[in-house]
């Protein structure tokens, strides 16, 4: 049976009510990475030799294997993202069901997706329906392949993976935990990283298989371009995003960054095969981007996951982010006709960010100009209100932010597409000490067509944790 929601505003009120404690004990640093996987898992970073995974079906932990980092220093700036990318490879043969791997895994992945990126069976998504355990997993998927893969086809289980940074003041930690496998990566490059005096710090994902933003048929091709010849884009519009090929023909699966547009093509660096006219596309947030700021500077940071490189980017913010209370929400999800009009789209291409530092600065982050754009004077209501240090973000869902301010209790909602920040609710259970780090995260429940929404909170410097329904 679906379930029924029949909860209003003023009539019902919000209810916080609590959930088994964490772990740990939040310190200056302990922080929550949100799971965008099928299973919602959140990260809970409680030290650099202590992370668990929260599982909300059960609500309860458990310890994963120490990162063992060896540079960064836990405490203020300490951040994370996660992506939906895990691990790729080859396939040693399959079937219309299934697909033999070289992942080593240690679990069940049933839920997740398994692509095929390259060779039999190109541009093939399909969800996971169960997993041998251990070298060379087998997947069988829930939906049989159209076409079967070979050991010519190439993979990407959408498994997810947790990056966590390290602050440091010559030399930041900087690593990632792969779910499918249960380890922990290699040191990541940290050449270019932001490096000083500990401040706060917010990192973001923006990854394609969260949101498709434009799809459509390809009409022609060159060795760089794809013309749709339906479509009346705003001159580079799509810059910074990523591009899908779909089809059944070797250019098929290809997935490039957009380096310019006008109203009817793409530009890429190159395609190994060109899209032609037995192609459709799609464009996409880039899975190849991580961003950062904060660091008590006005410079935003972008890290490449294929080139392992990180590279300060040109724009900057009208002032720097503050020392405790900075945020990074990727808003991408929303309804607005307005934001969504795919010749002047507004959904996927914004970072928004307070400042933090006790103002009431937030700003927000064009990714295809490179351009900061300050809202302190033009957001409505709630320009008074300031956050600091103990402030926590959730995710960002349908163009809301939720945030809870300092350690007060005090929760809010920062609506994008009204511009506004508003009141939301209030935890009336006394936190301890303030301290810098994200506590909090939103889980959704699904039935058939009903979708609740959850925002859980770990008060500061106490093991205590509660959710709320949003009404």
Not at 165 to 185: Q, R
Request: charged share 10%; hydrophobic share 35%.
């Amino acid at each position: 049976m679906a379930t029924t929601v029949n909860l209003r505003k003023i009539l019902d009120r919000k209810q916080w009510e609590m959930v088994n404690n964490l772990p740990a004990t939040p310190a200056t640093g302990s922080t929550f990475i949100q799971s965008e996987g099928p299973d919602q898992q959140v990260m809970y970073v409680a030290s650099s030799t202590s992370v668990y995974l929260y599982d909300p079906n059960e609500d309860a932990y458990v310890l994963l294997p120490t990162p063992s980092f060896a540079n960064g220093t836990f405490g203020t700036g300490v951040c994370g993202a996660y992506h939906t990318n895990g691990p790729t490879g080859t396939a040693t043969g399959g079937s219309t069901t299934t697909l033999n791997s070289a992942v080593t895994t240690v679990g069940s992945l049933a839920g997740y997706t398994i692509r095929i990126t390259g060779g039999t069976g190109a541009g093939q998504d399909r969800v996971i329906a169960s997993n041998t355990v251990g070298t060379n997993a087998t997947f069988t998927v829930s939906s049989a392949f159209t076409t079967a893969p070979d050991s010519t086809s190439t993979y990407l289980l959408l498994t997810g993976r947790y990056y966590v940074f390290l602050p440091g003041a010559t030399t930041p930690g900087f690593k990632y935990y792969d779910v499918a496998t249960n380890t922990w990566s290699a040191a990541l490059s940290i050449t270019g990283a932001p490096t000083g005096a500990a401040a706060d710090l917010a990192m973001k994902t923006t990854c394609g298989y969260l949101a498709s933003f434009s799809t459509g048929t390809v009409n022609t091709g060159t060795s760089t371009t794809l013309v749709s010849s339906s479509k009346t884009w705003a001159t580079n519009q799509w810059v910074n995003f990523q591009v899908r090929i779909n089809g059944t023909n070797t250019a098929t699966g290809q997935v490039r960054t957009i380096t310019a547009n006008d109203a009817t093509s793409l530009t890429v660096s190159g395609w190994s095969a060109t899209p032609s006219s037995a192609n459709t596309f799609t464009i996409e947030g880039n899975d190849d981007f991580i961003y950062l700021t904060g660091n008590a500077s006005t410079a935003i940071y972008r890290y490449s996951i294929s080139g392992n490189t990180w590279s300060t980017l040109s724009g900057a913010r009208a002032s720097a982010a503050g020392a405790g209370g900075v945020s990074l929400n990727w808003v991408r999800s929303s309804t607005n006709t307005t934001w969504t009009n795919e010749s002047a789209i507004i959904n996927g291409r914004r970072l928004y960010s307070f400042r933090g530092g006790a103002t009431g600065n937030l700003d927000y982050y064009d990714i295809p100009t490179n351009t900061w754009t300050s809202l302190l004077t033009s957001y409505q209501y709630g320009g008074s209100e300031t956050v600091t240090t103990g402030t926590a973000f959730e995710n960002g869902s349908n163009g809301l932010i939720y945030l809870q301010k300092d350690a007060t209790g005090r929760f809010f909602k920062f609506d994008c597409m009204a511009n506004a920040l508003l009141p939301w609710s209030l935890l009336p259970f006394t936190q301890g000490t303030a301290t810098v780090g994200n506590k909090a995260f939103s889980v959704k429940y699904t039935d058939g067509a009903t979708t609740l929404t959850y925002i859980y909170f770990g008060l500061n410097s106490t093991a205590i944790a509660f959710r709320c329904l949003v009404i």
